[in-house]
């Protein structure tokens, strides 16, 4: 087993591309919203492809409601209109103890859609710290800064102890119905006004204020399975962006105690590495295509660091790049590959769960 999430962009794997999984033995799939077009069952199909060749496979999606959301309702297959964290707010400043309760309910009926998929890992939720007042602004290129509406709508808020308390409610809402979470993204998206897609930030903050602030949430969650990276510069704490820094992984686990699993963001994200992109060869996202080299280069600079899992979130554009990530990366040794499995799997407790009432109950909930 290797420590890589690739990504599926697509309906159907080529069976040379399952070939390549069932050799080198990828930790995971995650996937995004192109299978998800063509209803569930083009879902199940490239699930059951991928685990044909990694049985020990986990399948991960980005499913945190709003934008971030890969089953949508206009796709016509009967998915929810998932609200976005920031959905919650008028119910967080009035009953915070309602609130969590929604949005409990809210993660069940989430975590009910996936496992029907075969989805067992939610990268979700977010716990960056976004401030209610924050400008939603554009940037010079047009695109929306990262703390404007898109990050804006996926965040509680901006005090550490309520967004640890939601937080908690989405995560055990998940866990409930045996899907894992992720938190995300550590040390902290709040703070940047790059999204971090296209162009890398550097952020001005002293340890111990991102101790009281930022990293707060995962100092009170440092028992929960997994977090979500983030790719920006601490500049008073390292030069180095935080996936790749090997002082930002060890406050994780030191200064945090975090003891899960630690997930890179996508690598393919330009701020990782900006000067391994290119300027001119964009992806129809905007960014920069990797150059030759980026991919393998940052998997293996995030794991030295102290990264447990890799995420590759792009193979249907040239598969190439996956065969490097892949290639890249150590074979896991059984004991890592043990507490990897053990990590991301979480037990169902929720014995009766019906979808019907908890629709019901989380409407009611947020009723103005």
Same mark, same amino acid.
């Not at 297959?77 to 309910?105: M, Q, S």
């Not at 006004?193 to 995962?218: C, F, N, Q, S, W």
């Given at each position: 087993?290797?420590?890589?999430?690739?990504?599926?962009?697509?309906?159907?794997?080529?069976?040379?591309?399952?070939?390549?999984?069932?050799?080198?033995?990828?930790?995971?799939?995650?996937?995004?919203?192109?299978?998800?077009?063509?209803?569930?069952?083009?879902?199940?199909?490239?699930?059951?492809?991928?685990?044909?060749?990694?049985?020990?496979?986990?399948?991960?999606?980005?499913?945190?409601?709003?934008?971030?959301?890969?089953?949508?309702?206009?796709?016509?297959?009967?998915?929810?209109?998932?609200?976005?964290?920031?959905?919650?707010?008028?119910?967080?400043?009035?009953?915070?103890?309602?609130?969590?309760?929604?949005?409990?309910?809210?993660?069940?009926?989430?975590?009910?859609?996936?496992?029907?998929?075969? @989805?067992?890992?939610?990268?979700?939720? *977010?716990? /960056?710290? #976004?401030?209610?007042?924050? %400008?939603?602004?554009? $940037?010079?290129?047009?695109?929306?800064?990262?703390?404007?509406?898109?990050?804006?709508?996926?965040?509680?808020?901006?005090?550490?102890?309520?967004?640890?308390?939601?937080?908690?409610?989405?995560?055990?809402?998940?866990?409930?119905?045996?899907?894992?979470?992720?938190?995300?993204?550590?040390?902290?998206?709040?703070?940047?006004?790059?999204?971090?897609?296209?162009?890398?930030?550097?952020?001005?903050?002293?340890?111990?204020?991102?101790?009281?602030?930022?990293?707060?949430?995962?100092?009170?969650?440092?028992?929960?399975?997994?977090?979500?990276?983030?790719?920006?510069?601490?500049?008073?704490?390292?030069?180095?962006?935080?996936?790749?820094?090997?002082?930002?992984?060890?406050?994780?686990?030191?200064? @945090?105690?975090?003891?899960?699993?630690? *997930?890179? /963001?996508? #690598?393919?994200?330009?701020? %990782?590495?900006?000067? $391994?992109?290119?300027?001119?060869?964009?992806?129809?996202?905007?960014?920069?295509?990797?150059?030759?080299?980026?991919?393998?280069?940052?998997?293996?600079?995030?794991?030295?660091?102290?990264?447990?899992?890799?995420?590759?979130?792009?193979?249907?554009?040239?598969?190439?790049?996956?065969?490097?990530?892949?290639?890249?990366?150590?074979?896991?040794?059984?004991?890592?590959?043990?507490?990897?499995?053990?990590?991301?799997?979480?037990?169902?407790?929720?014995?009766?769960?019906?979808?019907?009432?908890?629709?019901?109950?989380?409407?009611?909930?947020?009723?103005?």
């Amino acid at each position: 087993m290797k420590p890589i999430v690739v990504g599926c962009r697509t309906d159907n794997f080529p069976e040379e591309q399952i070939e390549t999984f069932r050799q080198h033995q990828p930790f995971g799939m995650i996937i995004f919203s192109e299978p998800a077009k063509k209803g569930p069952d083009a879902v199940k199909h490239v699930v059951q492809q991928f685990l044909s060749a990694c049985p020990h496979g986990k399948i991960f999606m980005d499913a945190e409601g709003g934008k971030v959301n890969r089953l949508k309702p206009e796709f016509g297959h009967g998915w929810r209109d998932v609200p976005a964290a920031r959905d919650f707010a008028p119910l967080i400043k009035t009953d915070l103890n309602k609130a969590c309760e929604a949005i409990y309910l809210n993660a069940q009926l989430i975590a009910y859609d996936l496992m029907a998929l075969g @989805v067992d890992v939610d990268c979700a939720p *977010v716990v /960056d710290l #976004i401030k209610e007042e924050v %400008i939603l602004e554009f $940037g010079e290129d047009g695109k929306p800064h990262a703390t404007s509406a898109s990050l804006y709508q996926r965040s509680y808020g901006d005090d550490p102890e309520i967004v640890t308390q939601c937080a908690k409610a989405f995560a055990d809402g998940l866990h409930s119905l045996g899907v894992t979470s992720i938190l995300k993204h550590a040390p902290g998206y709040g703070r940047v006004t790059a999204d971090p897609h296209y162009g890398l930030d550097k952020i001005r903050v002293t340890l111990p204020e991102m101790l009281a602030t930022d990293l707060r949430p995962y100092i009170n969650m440092k028992d929960y399975p997994a977090v979500m990276t983030a790719h920006v510069i601490y500049e008073d704490i390292d030069p180095l962006p935080a996936t790749v820094s090997p002082r930002m992984m060890g406050i994780l686990r030191n200064e @945090v105690g975090f003891e899960g699993v630690i *997930v890179t /963001d996508t #690598i393919e994200m330009n701020s %990782i590495w900006p000067e $391994g992109f290119s300027k001119t060869e964009k992806c129809h996202f905007g960014m920069g295509l990797p150059l030759p080299g980026t991919l393998a280069l940052m998997t293996r600079q995030s794991l030295d660091a102290g990264c447990d899992l890799v995420m590759h979130s792009d193979c249907s554009r040239n598969f190439q790049d996956t065969l490097d990530t892949l290639e890249a990366a150590p074979i896991l040794s059984d004991e890592k590959a043990a507490w990897l499995v053990n990590k991301m799997t979480v037990t169902k407790t929720a014995a009766d769960f019906d979808r019907d009432v908890a629709r019901q109950r989380l409407n009611a909930l947020l009723q103005p």
